[in-house]
């Protein structure tokens, strides 16, 4: 594949990767001057169609998505090679590493980098699910790390048709096996909660370093994810947080109805412990799966000897010492009534009420600020930032979380969209088509659509115009569309037959035809009389482009005929006869301009009689075809040659 275009605009460079469904290329998008990484089918899967079928749906579906942890797919195409077809998706190049690799260099993550990888994998899951698309495959693998620490999850391209081949190609599917949810394991309906239930397992390999089950084969590891519990991350490492480790127990729940019921409640528990440090519970509301308990018998209980209890004894008392009795527990009653009273009264004086904060994204920030003021909350913008979803002046984040309970009088931060980021749009008017990328580029713009037309003014390859207008202000990521030169329109016209006409009614012919004179050739013939056209360079009937120049033979009649011979005195035996000279035969050759420079040398060398000679030498467009007119005898042989290298012998049609 190095060194291979695909799609007449990816150059390959060099493999950075693969895996069971595809490889992956970086490559150089020659239109837009950038690195990209293109991920192109493995063999063993072109010929099946309906794998196929799932490929092309589920990486259009995923070119859907648009999110900042998701890996961006740019291109979807299909390119037929040696026969085959090449199937590949091109997608962001990222400078990075898988997960796994960062796993495996650390051999375990810190509490913080656990949690910050595992919110930027659950707020993609989260755009996707929203979307309607389920990854099926989440696994560290298939997420890459950049050199920035941003979270990029790739493969929602090719998940959903992996999921239905990979289970029987046992020596593909050993890493994906470990991350399988039970479902997947059985080869049951899967959604939303599949890809939780992976996530969990990788949340317990990034705390733990390891993952929850190992096994001599795939099925066996499948079949523990159906049967067996993961051991808790705190039996393994005590110094994990419980609240961590509670998240990470409900995400992999066997049953799908007891994990959290979307990405969106699972961030809401994410974001607790990592801006509150707040203790997250996952209750146990099944009874069946509740703690063993020793209850006494009910029926036992309503009969004191039975428990072995001894009876109260009856103790007779005087009526003066039940009022003692009395007066102590009535006095004993106020004082504490009394403590209890002044103790709320001090309570209420010295500590404030807890407040919920509201969810104020998507608000105005002066609505937000008198919402807060109400709830005797404030709002301090921590900072301003560009966003394609947001108006300017509207909240697009928030901190602490909706639903978090707060002291009075606390301070909310929020991040305020300033709007759209625009750009100017460069001037790419009178630009040759291979330069646009770098303007676009440098101007933080996408391609739009190339159109090409013909003029007779513009050169070809130039860009005649484009839209939006040049120096106009417009969103970043735009796509600027552009219409290219094709040059002047090829005009053809069908070869007139000249033969049998004077020079004269020649000429006004190929002025008619909007043809050109070339070179005249006066020789005689027997056959015509002097004047009249005899041979034309091309034969009539032929399509050619207007202006081309004819070559034409015009006769000066019959040949004169030699003196007589003084008869000799002495008679002399009859000479052999001479060998009719052979007359040169026009004919048509075509030749295919090839190479990827603009434009490259033709010349022709005829061979005849054992004299070689140049009878063509002209330059021509690459990919333009060429009818060359030639003539020569019939057992003349014609070498073509193209920038001096020999491409081609040809012998003469009627030879």
Same mark, same amino acid.
């Given at each position: 594949m190095l060194g291979t275009v695909l799609g007449n605009r990816y150059e390959i460079i060099e493999k950075i990767g693969g895996g069971g469904m595809a490889l992956v290329y970086k490559a150089r998008c020659r239109l837009l001057n950038r690195y990209v990484a293109v @991920?192109?089918?493995?063999?063993?899967? +072109?010929? /099946?169609?309906?794998? $196929? @079928?799932?490929?092309?749906?589920?990486?259009?579906?995923?070119?859907?998505?648009?999110?900042?942890? +998701?890996?961006? $797919?740019? #291109?979807?195409?299909?390119? @037929?090679?040696?026969?085959? #077809?090449?199937?590949?998706?091109?997608?962001?190049?990222? %400078?990075? %590493?898988?997960? %796994?690799?960062? $796993?495996?260099?650390?051999? @375990? =993550?810190?509490?913080?980098? !656990? =949690?910050?990888?595992? $919110?930027? +994998? *659950?707020? *993609? =899951?989260?755009? *996707?699910?929203?979307?309607?698309?389920?990854?099926? /495959?989440i696994k560290p693998h298939n997420i890459m790390i950049n050199e920035e620490g941003r979270v990029k999850v790739t493969d929602f391209g090719i998940a959903r048709a992996a999921s239905a081949s990979t289970i029987s190609n046992t020596t593909n599917v050993v890493g994906s096996v470990h991350y399988f949810s039970p479902e997947q394991a059985r080869g049951r309906y899967t959604d939303e909660k599949s890809d939780i239930y992976s996530l969990g397992i990788v949340m317990y390999e990034m705390i733990t370093g390891k993952v929850p089950f190992e096994g001599d084969s795939p099925i066996s590891v499948a079949l523990k994810h159906i049967q067996e519990e993961i051991v808790p991350p705190r039996k393994i490492d005590s110094s994990i947080p419980v609240s961590l480790e509670n998240i990470i127990l409900k995400c992999v729940k066997k049953s799908q109805i007891e994990r959290y019921s979307s990405a969106s409640e699972l961030l809401n528990d994410l974001y607790k412990i990592r801006d509150k440090d707040e203790e997250i519970i996952i209750e146990n509301t099944d009874p069946i799966d509740g703690p063993t308990q020793i209850i006494p018998n009910i029926d036992k209980i309503k009969d004191g000897n039975e428990l072995n209890m001894p009876k109260p004894k009856k103790k007779k008392k005087s009526d003066g010492g039940l009022k003692v009795v009395f007066l102590a527990i009535l006095l004993a009653f106020i004082v504490v009534s009394s403590l209890a009273l002044g103790f709320v009264r001090l309570r209420q004086l010295f500590v404030n009420k807890e407040i919920m904060i509201p969810n104020l994204i998507g608000m105005e920030v002066e609505k937000a600020e008198e919402e807060l003021k109400e709830l005797g909350l404030k709002l301090s913008v921590s900072k301003e930032i560009f966003s394609s979803e947001y108006d300017a002046g509207i909240i697009i984040d928030q901190n602490p979380s909706p639903r978090t309970k707060v002291k009075e009088g606390y301070t909310v931060e929020v991040v305020v969209s300033k709007g759209k980021e625009l750009t100017k749009v460069p001037n790419l008017i009178n630009r040759d088509i291979t330069e646009i990328g770098r303007f676009l580029a440098e101007a933080s713009l996408s391609e739009g659509r190339v159109v090409y037309e013909n003029s007779d003014v513009v050169p070809a390859n130039i860009v005649m115009s484009q839209d939006p207008e040049p120096f106009t202000e417009v969103e970043v990521g735009t796509p600027v569309n552009i219409v290219v030169s094709k040059g002047p329109e090829t005009v053809l016209v069908s070869m007139p037959n000249l033969v049998g006409l004077t020079e004269d009614q020649a000429r006004n012919a190929l002025a008619a035809y909007d043809l050109k004179i070339g070179e005249i050739i006066r020789e005689a013939s027997e056959e015509y009389a002097e004047g009249v056209v005899f041979w034309q360079s091309i034969k009539a009937g032929y399509e050619i482009e207007a202006e081309t120049a004819i070559d034409l033979m015009i006769s000066t009649g019959p040949p004169k005929l030699p003196q007589e011979p003084e008869v000799p005195e002495t008679p002399e035996e009859p000479s052999e006869p001479n060998d009719p000279v052979e007359e040169e035969i026009p004919f048509v050759v075509s030749v295919t301009v090839q190479g990827e420079n603009e434009s490259a040398n033709i010349r022709i060398v005829r061979n005849q009689d054992g004299n070689?000679?140049?009878?063509? #030498?002209?330059?021509? *467009?690459?990919?333009?075809?060429?009818?060359?007119?030639?003539?020569?005898? !019939?057992?003349? !042989?014609?070498?073509?040659?193209?920038?001096? %290298?020999?491409i081609d012998v040809k012998k003469h049609p009627e030879g």
């Open positions: @991920k192109v089918l493995r063999e063993e899967y +072109i010929n /099946d169609e309906e794998f $196929i @079928k799932k490929f092309r749906r589920e990486s259009q579906a995923a070119a859907s998505l648009s999110h900042p942890n +998701i890996v961006n $797919i740019y #291109d979807v195409g299909v390119e @037929k090679r040696d026969g085959q #077809d090449i199937h590949y998706i091109v997608m962001e190049y990222i %400078k990075g %590493k898988t997960l %796994k690799e960062v $796993i495996r260099e650390k051999g @375990k =993550l810190t509490v913080n980098e !656990t =949690l910050d990888y595992t $919110i930027q +994998i *659950a707020e *993609a =899951l989260d755009h *996707a699910h929203k979307n309607h698309i389920v990854h099926r /495959d070689k000679e140049v009878v063509y #030498d002209s330059s021509h *467009a690459a990919g333009e075809e060429v009818q060359i007119y030639l003539s020569g005898k !019939t057992d003349a !042989t014609f070498e073509i040659y193209q920038d001096g %290298k020999l």
